[in-house]
């Protein structure tokens, strides 16, 4: 639907009777095709259109006569059209649609491919804007595929122009629906309705920071006079997005310390047995930690806390004397992990640390039950845990079913999923007698930038632990150039001949084209199933090779790592399946083809993979592109050992995206890239704070209120 679009003039008289929650099938002109494709970008309403923001903007504003056109050159120009006709070339089967413009110092001819509709939308005498960049055909300049606008009035003011002669914005778009379609939308709502919504933000924060008000910065972020003018429309949303986005956190805060939790006294002596008796010391970090949540526990309120310590630094432990101290109180704990590997090695270790104390501790998963290491029936571990006869249950999200009920649980550990609100918590306490809620204990290898931790994570306390364990070894990371790959190929042989098993990840499944012919990098990035038959025939025929992917089986998946655990395997070719809590102390080398596929704190997960024995460990970054970026990126992770200083990087590199599951949030990209700006983070927490205060029911900030009442109905946290 790319084809014909109504005429500015006729479209816009359409919307007198529209409202910002009219429904977009009421929209003239938007058919069943174009509303399911407005869908699938979000928008479902007139409101959603508007707010519907440019993610960058071509400029055409370099408007020149058509004499002083020259080849290789963006420009504007308007003319009238002396001839226009279409060609039919066999042998590139395509239309070309060829037109003759002039003005009073010149004629260009001007091609669009593909678009025979145009003959009939355009006729001789009609004049044209245009804008595009000039090629070469023979001696000939020309005007190649010009976005195009046709105007009544050759002297027309070059700011009512829509599609060419100024900034022009490009939106996010989806297949089959252009920006073309998207600004013959929104430009005729934008002109009828930009007055008629009021501004949210209060005047004097306007003011204190130099925001634009609302009529003027919602028709500057959509069409600016200058870039400038869009960064400052730009600055003014996303600062507005920022202060619902903390009054929405502080709120959750608030709202926490209202509930009621199981108050948690702490067995000093009890701990400090735990911690005496362990094979290993605690860190500095590792003590502190513990304290705080201990701590937390004695506390009538829900805790809310994230502990945030780095691969390998020690947290299931930390995790473990919470539970203990939990369970001898009398009290149970949940605790949950994403994949079903990660559940059972969690299991094993928890049975592992906490022997001595005969604590009656279950397993859950989608397809085994356990209790005390041997194999029960589903229905015999519910009854259990139901009468509180359970004092640890560790599972998947099969913990959260229905038929899950727990007699008195207390605590709640979540590993790797921050997101886990009070009404998930409630859910596992819905048979308990007491209005309680679960203390919540998340943990994460994932290191958090600082204004992360300020907004999306702002309503968990932080506890770090930053040191690693006495005695760990530095893992020594390397870039392998294409040039070295058959070096690192021998350096491997070398280290399983000494006994030492490797890991070798992969981006992808299976190998793929790409749907038009044309060649990308991700088409030549390495495939598991590809790299696996490679390795296995090619490079080291000599040595016990397995595959793991997450399209297996989780019965085949559990086979493979038990093999590589027990050392039957020497090398493991993976997809990032691997990436979080596998524990195989045995394997020293890391290897990463398409290293540069993969975020910084991503490729540090893998790295902590290994380096887990006593054996010097080893990272190996492949890549088969060489650029000034991939180097940056890569080089930051040989000189950061540290993963929150790596954290820092990568916001600053990649941006927060892909930190934070911003999908979940329903916060618009351009203020999730705004959180690299620590400044304007900070400004606005503290501006939602000092609301708060002053007018905790935010009386004095109806509209205000209204915004945050719409961000809580449009995410998905719960």
């Not at 073309?180 to 309705?193: G, Q, S």
């Amino acid at each position: 639907m790319q084809g014909r679009e109504p005429c500015d003039c006729r479209f816009e008289s359409y919307w007198g009777h529209m409202q910002l929650s009219t429904p977009i099938e009421e929209i003239p002109r938007v058919g069943p095709q174009i509303q399911k494709k407005l869908r699938r970008l979000g928008i479902k309403t007139v409101k959603d259109l508007i707010f519907h923001f440019p993610h960058r903007y071509e400029d055409f504003s370099n408007i020149i006569p058509i004499s002083e056109i020259q080849q290789n050159q963006t420009v504007s120009t308007k003319g009238k059209i002396l001839d226009i006709k279409n060609i039919r070339t066999f042998r590139k089967r395509m239309t070309l649609t060829q037109a003759l413009i002039g003005d009073e110092t010149g004629q260009i001819q001007v091609m669009w491919f593909n678009q025979p509709y145009l003959i009939n939308t355009f006729k001789k005498g009609d004049f044209l804007f245009l804008s595009g960049k000039t090629n070469k055909k023979g001696s000939k300049t020309y005007l190649s595929s010009p976005a195009y606008e046709r105007i009544s009035d050759i002297n027309l003011n070059h700011s009512d122009l829509t599609h060419t002669g100024r900034l022009v914005p490009v939106y996010p778009g989806t297949e089959g629906l252009s920006s073309r379609w998207l600004r013959f939308l929104i430009k005729p709502i934008l002109m009828r309705m930009r007055n008629e919504i009021k501004d949210a933000l209060p005047k004097e924060l306007k003011t204190k920071y130099k925001l634009l008000d609302f009529k003027t910065a919602i028709w500057q972020i959509h069409f600016p006079d200058s870039l400038k003018e869009a960064e400052t429309a730009k600055k003014r949303f996303v600062f507005e997005e920022l202060i619902i986005l903390s009054l929405f956190i502080l709120n959750e805060r608030l709202k926490m310390r209202q509930e009621k939790a199981f108050a948690i006294p702490i067995d000093l002596k009890l701990v400090q047995e735990f911690a005496k008796n362990l094979p290993f010391q605690l860190t500095d970090d590792q003590r502190k930690a513990s304290w705080q949540i201990l701590k937390d526990l004695e506390k009538p309120r829900p805790m809310n806390r994230l502990l945030e310590g780095d691969v390998g630094s020690g947290k299931t432990v930390v995790s473990a004397m919470a539970a203990l101290n939990t369970a001898k109180a009398g009290f149970q704990t949940v605790f949950m992990a994403p994949t079903e590997i990660l559940v059972k090695q969690h299991y094993h270790t928890f049975n592992i640390a906490l022997k001595k104390y005969r604590l009656k501790i279950g397993l859950i998963t989608g397809k085994e039950n356990r209790l005390q290491n041997k194999k029960v029936k589903r229905k015999d571990i519910l009854e259990k845990a139901s009468k509180g006869k359970i004092d640890i249950l560790i599972g998947t999200h099969a913990l959260i079913q229905k038929e899950v009920k727990f007699g008195k649980l207390a605590l709640v550990i979540i590993d790797e999923q921050h997101r886990f609100g009070i009404d998930q918590r409630a859910k596992l306490c819905q048979n308990q007698q007491t209005k309680t809620i679960p203390h919540l204990l998340s943990m994460t290898a994932t290191p958090i930038p600082r204004t992360l931790t300020l907004t999306i994570y702002g309503d968990l306390d932080l506890s770090l632990i930053k040191e690693l364990p006495k005695g760990r070894k530095k893992i020594i990371t390397e870039i392998v150039p294409p040039l070295a790959r058959k070096k690192a190929y021998d350096f491997i042989r070398e280290q399983i001949k000494k006994g030492r098993q490797v890991f070798v990840i992969c981006p992808r499944i299976e190998p793929t084209k790409s749907e038009n012919g044309k060649a990308t990098n991700w088409d030549e990035v390495k495939a598991v199933k590809e790299e696996y038959e490679k390795l296995k025939k090619e490079i080291f025929p000599e040595f016990k090779i397995a595959m793991l992917h997450g399209k297996m089986k989780n019965e085949e998946k559990e086979r493979i790592m038990k093999k590589f655990k027990n050392g039957k395997t020497d090398i493991l070719v993976s997809t990032s399946v691997i990436e979080v809590g596998i524990d195989i102390p045995n394997a020293s080398v890391m290897a990463i083809e398409g290293a540069d596929k993969f975020g910084l704190a991503q490729l540090h997960q893998f790295r902590g993979r290994v380096g887990r024995g006593k054996e010097q460990s080893f990272c190996l970054f492949l890549t088969d592109f060489q650029s000034q970026t991939v180097n940056r990126r890569l080089k930051a992770l040989i000189k950061c050992e540290n993963g929150f200083d790596l954290a820092e990087k990568d916001l600053v590199i990649r941006g927060p995206g892909d930190l934070s599951g911003q999908r979940q949030w329903g916060v618009p990209d351009m203020t999730m890239a705004a959180l690299k700006n620590i400044e304007m983070v900070e400004e606005a927490r503290n501006e939602a704070k000092a609301i708060l205060q002053n007018d905790p029911e935010m009386k004095k900030n109806p509209l205000l209120r209204t915004k945050l009442e719409e961000f809580q109905r449009r995410i998905h946290l719960e």
